[in-house]
């Protein structure tokens, strides 16, 4: 989370600086919508799915239309036939009876054809924005995990969200609103011409103009509509930073909650400016159009009024009414195409943003030849690097590798740990194994198979992940731990928790394997997030498990037990690890040491320290940061039997770090009781 200084001084100046981005320029720059070529057409085809309903709608919407110009007609009879005959004479009642029942009729018609019709807007509408979302989050979903550790988690929600959302109005309304404007301003054209061409010359004089205007007035609203969706990626990245658990530990640790408040209701303040931009642009262009089509109906009666002295016989009163009538209905239909148009003006940043995200082509994908590590020619468990170089996609092109070179096996069954200074790289490599990241040079070969000639899902469907990080849903332990296994039976799930040490203590909580866990498994401590981690990995079953320094954030306690549990998992698995706490993988089949991204060192734990390189350096480092002054030898671990982290059982895997170097065969590790610490020498 960003951490700025509070107001708008120099603290918020420095926050900024912190941040490392000029803010005003990187919003003015992504509120600048990126180009995305025939963007109206690939609109028009989120709706081909919904072809037979438009179809239907469009229908509707013609005859609601038409049916809409008729009443004026009955009108103009209304008053020169049945009112006032021209021929003179008394009103002809039984015509006008006719007549308004017909317009009641008409009335009444329009209206139920109204109804079907927005049912129909409404339903297509709605699934084309559902059709839309899902289609983005399934395409976020197939991105590389590269993608995700440069782009903030506001900014994605943001355009799932937001920009979504924000078109929702233009897919649900805009097909129907232009085809039931259009057939309206059409027909009543239509009609006002058949009543007076010169009259219609008249009232249509103006409309050139006023398309230009808009047209203009289109153009500044789109601006407008992408800084505002921008200035919400922000508040929405603000408030996923700042809200978060971490984030709100992070900032009631360091006192920086009106910091953070700050920084929000200077973001607020942003976005109302620019809602109230977009609420008020376009708002003076459609006063003027409202006063010039309101002020037709007097010129109207005006050039009639010349007309007819004139001595014009062609101008009734009953063409006067109807015209005027006629001409009223413009008024609503032309605005209103005018509207549309302004909206998908307006509505075309948010398109591009949202079509911007789904043209991104996934970094890594499957060949179209591509089998399943069923298929792969090696035993399944495999792995191997071959001179496997690693650059980040967006390294400069002299920048030195990530990774340089890197080449080494594992067999089936075999336990491969990585070591080595914070930076070296020992991460990305795991990261390799299952191609969440892809070499840029050299082969990663998985069940002897290039990774790259193998379906990504079947990779992951062999191989389990347990990270330092451990996820949590905010949910119960039982769905947490299906997350794997949907199906698993509740036999299947508490054996996994029995292998990975933890049924005993989820069977002592109130609610037992119902227990929710809390945003991102807060209310269970790190060992028992842990735990649960290596028991959801069971449930999966995988030949290859992968430990990304799966203790290195726990206890003394918690670690020997949750140690334990993941020595028990990694029997008769591939395992590739990493640790910092050396103690951890003296057991290792292999141990690979990496300092700058290259392997420099290689063997058992014994071997490694018999070498005198860098891993007996960094055993030498562990044991001196293990002495506790004052303390020559080690005291009985007290039994705690009521401690929620019970003690790791005897025979535990993990040792404290001063036995690796008095012990390099590990032969004191094997003889000595767990209860007790051999002491240092």
Known sequence: MAMGGGGGGPAARGGAA???????????????????????????ALFRPYLGRIVVTGILVVAGAAIGVIPPLIVQRIFDDALFPTAGGAPDLGLLVRLVAAMIGLFLLSAVLGVAQTWLTATVGNRVTGDLRVKLFDHLQAMELGFFTRTKTGVIQSRLQNDVGGVSGVLTNTVTSILGNAVTVVSALVAMILIDWRLTLIAVILMPVLIFVQRRVGQVRAR?????????????????????????LLSKAFNRQRTESQRYRDENVNQVRLQVQRAMSGQGFFAVVQVLMASVPAVIYLVSGYLIAGGSGAITAGTVVAFTTVQARLLQPLMGLMRVALDLQTSRALFARIFEYLDLVPAISDAPDAIDVAQAPGPVGRIEFRDVVFRYPDAAADARPTRGGVSFVAEPGQHVAFVGPSGAGKTTVLYLAPRFYEASAGSVLFSGADVRSLRHESIIDHVGIVSQETYLFHATIRENLRYAKPDATDAEVEAACVAANIHHIITGFEHGYDTIVGER????????????????????????????????????VSERVVQEAIDSVA?????????????????????????????VESGTHAELLALGGLYAELAAQQMAAARIEGLEEAQPAADLPDRRADRAPAGAAGADAARLVADPTGAADRAVDEAGWPPLE
């Open 521 to 556: 498994g807060y209310r269970l401590s790190g060992g028992e997030k842990q735990r649960i981690a290596i028991a959801r990995v069971l449930l999966k079953d995988p030949p290859v498990l992968l430990l990304d320094e799966a203790t290195s954030a726990l206890d003394t």
């Open 18 to 44: 912190f941040r490392g981005v000029d803010e005003a320029a990187q919003r003015r720059l992504n509120a600048q919508a990126p180009e995305i070529p025939d963007l109206g057409a690939r609109v028009m």
């Open 224 to 248: 407008i509509a992408g800084q505002t969706q921008e200035s919400l990626s922000e508040l929405t990245s603000i408030t996923q930073e700042t809200l978060s658990v971490s984030g709100i």
């Open 571 to 599: 029997q008769g698995r591939t395992t590739l690890s990493i640790a910092h706490r050396l103690s951890t993988v003296i057991g290792a089949d292999v141990i690979h040491v990496i300092e700058a991204g290259r392997i």
